[in-house]
Each structure stands twice: as C-alpha cells, then as structure tokens.
C-alpha cells in the first residue's frame, strides 16, 4: 500500500510539473507527455527503494528472532542512508534520520489503528 501511495503522489506531481513548464494551449498534453518520460525512473527508484527496505527488514526479523516496531524503524534508518551514501556523510546521515522518523511514524498510526480495532471488538 505504501508503495502504490508514493507512486500515486510521484505521478500528480510530474503530471503538474509538466503542465506549469507547458505552453498556455498545451498545458495537459505538457503534463502527459513529461508524465510519461518520468514514469520508468519514477517506477525504478520505488522499486529500489521496496527492495532494499524489504531485505532490511528480514535481515533485521531474522538477527533478533521476533517481528516488530524495531524492525521496521531500523530498516527505514538504513534504507534513508544507503540510498543517500553518495551525496557523503552529512546528507546519508541526515536521509537515515528522516527515513528512521518516517517509519516510526508509520509504525505509531499502525500501532494506534490496531488497538482502536482490538477495543471495538471488545
């Protein structure tokens, strides 16, 4: 589901910013068009990016022997910084931290969804 989202956001706003760079006549062919020349390296980075963050999330499920919050918080954190190993330190550092944050985000509305769920049925 979160990939689906992100691809869905990726798209509106390659779609935009191809209407904005468009002549005033042409502007939802300009959207289309610029949609389309994106679309494989928007599809590419959110593949690389699931791939990764799914292979750290099991290595991670597999080094502690139990599923968690943890897993997927740490994962983020390493994915963020991976991807963002060539800009240096400082940049990778700073893409792990915002990555980590995100994920624990995640995990907290996830965590928050289940218990409001549980005491329902109860």
Known sequence: MCIRDRSTWGCAF?????????PKKERFYGGIV????RAPILGGSFALWAGLFSST????????GKEGA?????AGF???GVLAIRAGFR???RNALFGGI????????????????YTHLT
């Open 34 to 37: 610029h949609l389309k020349r």
């Open 102 to 117: 995100i994920m624990s985000m995640i995990a907290l509305v996830e965590h928050g969804m289940i218990t409001v769920s």
């Open 78 to 80: 390493i994915t963020g």
């Open 14 to 22: 390659y779609f935009f910013k191809g209407m904005l760079n468009s």
């Open 91 to 93: 940049v990778a550092f």
């Open 70 to 74: 943890i897993n997927m918080i740490t």
């Open 57 to 64: 999330e099991c290595v991670m499920t597999y080094m502690r």
